[in-house]
């Protein structure tokens, strides 16, 4: 009996496991297209990109629902809950990387035709193709239990706010420049903001796996780049 409810125990953590990953593969594939489809004024790739949006939360319900379960029927302890805790938070992180990826996609759609030259994108691109990088390297350090990638990754994340900050004077500058860019500056402001909190949340799962390997907690206070431009965009976008 000890042995089935064992092999039990493991499935079900099996299938967390299965669903982090795929939740993982959705929400980097969602932060690669929302910007593709912001460069190349792509509006069937935005709404692609907005659909997926359902298929990622539903899978952190998911998640959810069986960790709960999970702690109720087999009252797991130690690492056994970690594993259990650590599925919940990196679900959680996910679904709100699927969430800045859809507010890019839908400010794709709003800029349409106000589209002007590619210069403008070319360092917005550039702090997305890192924060990309960042949420591959995460997932897979969380994968493979890996403290030191997962470490590398959280390091990493003042190389973001660095890019935001560039971003930010590179996009202002084109505003003064021609005041028919700041509309469409603007939203690439926003933009921005929302790629800088996906490398938030890589770093808040770089955070999950330290915790889960070691049990421990990584200091409260992550490294930091230049002071953040005055944008608030982390909320839904209508």
Known sequence: MADHTQKAYDKELELLERRIAEMGGIAEK???EAMDALSGSDAALAHKVIASDERLDTLQ????????????????????????????????????????????AKRSLKIGGEARSPREIVGLK????????LLKDVLDAFA??????????WERDVELDALEDSVFRDLLTHMMEDPRNISYCAHLLFC????????????????TVFY????????????KGGAEPPVEATGATT
Do not use: F
């Open 30 to 32: 969602m932060v690669i």
């Open 61 to 104: 319900r998911e998640i959810e629902e069986t960790a709960v379960l999970t702690i109720a029927r087999r009252q797991p302890m130690a690492v056994d809950l970690r594993e259990i805790i650590s599925a919940i938070r990196v679900a959680g992180d996910l679904e709100r990387v699927g969430d800045l990826a859809k507010n890019i």
């Open 126 to 133: 550039h702090m997305n193709d890192v924060a990309t990088e």
């Open 144 to 153: 493979q239990r890996d403290v030191e990638r997962a470490r590398a990754v």
């Open 192 to 207: 921005s903001k929302n790629v800088e909190r996906i490398g938030d949340h890589a770093t808040n799962i770089a955070e």
């Open 212 to 223: 889960l390997v070691t049990g421990e907690t990584l200091p409260a206070d992550r490294p």
